[in-house]
C-alpha cells in the first residue's frame, strides 16, 4: 500500500492573506498542532525580512519534532543560502525551488526568458542539494505551460538533485479528471520521475481542489500539498477523510492521526478565523508598523519581544535579542509591558559596547533671564575634550556640546524622560534616540538628576554608534 505524504502549506498561504496576517505565537501554535497530527511535511513562508523571519523560523524549528520543514528560497543563490540558514536547525530540513513555467508568469516573475529559467532551474536545485538532501523542485502554473518545455524543466531540476517534483495547477481550472491525464502525460514524457516523490498541488478556484489531489493520487502522486479551510488548496481534513474511508480502494494510506483530526483542525481554524486588530496580533506580524498602544505580556515569547522591536525601529542581533528577552521577562512577570517600557529595555540590555567617550565633568548655566549653556568635559581616545553651547534650555544645550565634541550631528529621533521613584529625591530616567545612516541606536540614563541622566544617555547611544563605525 502506497503511502501519502502530507504537505500542509496553510502557514505559506496565509502569508499571502491580507486577511489573515498571523502572529509569531500563532505561526508557532500551528506549526505544533500540524506536527502533532503527524504532518509529513510544513510548509513555511518565504523570508522577507532577513532578521525577524529567520527568527520566526528557527523558533518553529525548536517546536516541531517530526514533521518537516519546507521554506522557498527565492530566485537567485543567495535566497538559498539564507533559507538554510533560518531552517538547518530543524529535525527534518526541506528546500522548496518555486519556478513558474508558464510563458505568461516567466516574463513577469522572473523577468527571464525560457533559456534563463531553465539555467536558473539547475543552478537553484543544484546549490540546494549542497546544502540539503531534501529538495523539493515545484513546477508553478504547469498546467498552463508549454508541455514540452515543461518536461525539460522537470527532467533538469531531477538531474539537479531535486528529491521531489510538484506539479502545480495555479490556475485551478482543469477537472479532476483533467488532471488526472494530465499527471500520467507527464509521468510518460518524463520517465525520470519514477525516481523521485511526485506531488501535486491544486487550486480551489473550480471547488474542486480536493477532488483534484485525490484523482492525482490515482495518477501515481505520492504527496499531497493540503491547507486549512478557506485556502486555495485541498482541504486537510477532506482529503485525510477520503484517504481514511476510501484508501483501500485506492492502494494507499497516509500517517495522519485520525482520532484527533477533527479536534486539531477545530483549533486550527480557530485560529486562522480569529479576529484581529489588538496589539498582540500586530506585535508578532512581519510589519514595522505603527506602535500606538504596544502591550506585551509574560506570555509573549521571544518571537513577539523581536518584532516588536523591529517595529519599534532597532536592528539587533541574536544576542541582543536575547539579552532583551530576559530583561524582558523579569520586567513582565511583573506588570504588562507598553513601548516606553520596552524602549527602556533596550536601551539598556541591547548592545551594551566598551564606552569611547566616557564623561568627565559638566557646568550647566540656565535661568529666566540668561541663555541656557553647557560646558562638557569627556575623554576619548585617552584625551581630554570639551564642547561649550548653548540652547534652547539646558538639556538642548547639553547635546549642542556633546556635538562640538564629536563634531558629528546625528538626528535626535527620540528623547524621554520619567521619574523611576517617588518623592523629592525620586530618580530619573531618560532614554535618547539617536540615527545614524537610518539605523536606530538607543541609549538610557539615570540619575537623581534628570540633566545628568539625559547626558549619560545621550553617551550611551553615542558610544554605540561608535563601537559599530569603528568596526564595519
Known amino acids: 500500500m502506497t503511502k501519502i505524504k502530507i504537505n500542509d502549506i496553510t502557514l505559506r498561504e496565509a502569508s499571502r492573506s491580507a486577511r489573515c496576517e498571523l502572529s509569531f505565537k500563532e505561526i508557532i501554535e500551528i506549526a505544533k498542532i500540524l506536527d502533532r497530527l503527524n504532518a509529513d511535511v510544513i510548509s513555511l513562508a518565504p523570508i522577507v525580512n532577513e532578521k525577524i523571519d529567520s527568527l520566526l523560523v528557527r523558533t518553529v524549528a525548536a517546536a516541531v519534532k517530526k514533521s518537516a520543514l519546507s ?40 523577468h527571464k526568458k525560457p533559456n534563463a529559467v531553465m539555467e536558473m532551474i539547475s543552478a537553484l536545485v543544484r546549490k540546494c542539494r549542497e546544502f540539503c538532501p531534501d529538495v523539493e523542485f515545484a513546477a508553478v502554473d504547469a498546467t498552463r505551460s508549454e508541455r514540452k518545455f515543461l518536461y525539460v ?41 519514477e525516481n523521485v516523490t511526485i506531488a501535486a498541488k491544486c487550486s480551489a478556484t473550480l471547488s474542486m481542489a480536493s477532488a483534484c489531489a485525490i484523482s492525482a493520487v490515482h495518477a501515481g502522486v505520492t504527496e499531497l500539498n493540503v491547507a486549512s479551510r478557506g485556502m486555495d488548496a485541498p482541504e486537510l481534513d477532506a482529503v485525510a477523510s477520503v484517504v481514511r474511508m476510501r484508501g483501500d480502494d485506492l492502494g494507499c494510506s497516509c500517517g495522519v492521526k485520525y482520532t484527533e483530526l ?20 500586530d506585535a508578532g506580524r512581519f510589519s514595522d508598523g505603527g506602535t500606538e498602544g504596544f502591550i506585551l505580556d509574560a506570555n509573549d515569547d521571544i518571537s513577539a519581544v523581536a518584532s516588536a522591536a523591529v517595529r ?31 524602549e527602556a529595555i533596550i536601551a539598556t540590555s541591547a548592545l551594551q559596547v566598551p564606552p569611547s567617550y566616557e564623561l568627565a565633568d559638566y557646568v550647566i548655566t540656565s535661568g529666566n533671564i540668561i541663555s541656557a549653556t553647557a560646558n562638557i568635559h569627556c575623554r576619548h581616545d585617552g584625551r581630554m575634550i570639551s564642547g561649550l553651547a548653548a540652547g534652547n534650555g539646558p538639556i538642548d544645550a547639553a547635546f549642542l556640546a556633546i556635538e562640538q565634541i564629536t563634531g558629528h550631528h546625528y538626528e535626535l529621533d527620540d528623547f524621554q524622560i520619567q521619574s523611576v521613584t517617588e518623592g523629592r529625591e525620586a530618580m530619573g530616567s531618560a532614554i535618547v534616540k539617536l540615527r545614524s545612516d537610518g539605523k536606530l541606536y538607543s541609549g538610557s540614563g539615570i540619575s537623581t538628576d534628570i540633566i545628568s541622566a539625559s547626558i549619560n544617555a545621550y553617551f550611551n547611544a553615542l558610544n554605540k554608534i561608535s563601537y559599530e563605525e569603528s568596526h564595519r
Open 71 to 110: 521554506i522557498p528560497v527565492g530566485y537567485d543563490e543567495a535566497g538559498v543560502e539564507t533559507a538554510w540558514k533560518a531552517v538547518c536547525e530543524a529535525e527534518r530540513p526541506r528546500l522548496c525551488v518555486e519556478v513558474p513555467l508558464s510563458a505568461v508568469q516567466m516574463e513577469f516573475i522572473c
Open 153 to 193: 524543466a522537470l527532467r533538469t531540476a531531477i538531474e539537479a538533485g531535486a528529491a521531489t517534483v510538484t506539479i502545480c495547477d495555479s490556475a485551478g481550472t482543469m477537472t479532476p479528471f483533467e488532471f488526472e491525464l494530465f499527471i500520467e502525460d507527464i509521468r510518460t514524457g518524463v520517465p525520470e520521475l
Open 262 to 281: 477533527n479536534r486539531l483542525v477545530c483549533q486550527m481554524n480557530r485560529i486562522l478565523n480569529a479576529e484581529r486588530g489588538g496589539i498582540m496580533k
Open 312 to 342: 519599534l525601529g532597532y536592528e539587533l542581533s541574536e544576542d541582543d535579542v536575547l539579552k532583551v528577552y530576559e530583561t524582558f521577562k523579569l520586567a513582565a512577570a511583573k506588570k504588562t509591558v507598553g513601548v516606553k517600557e520596552l
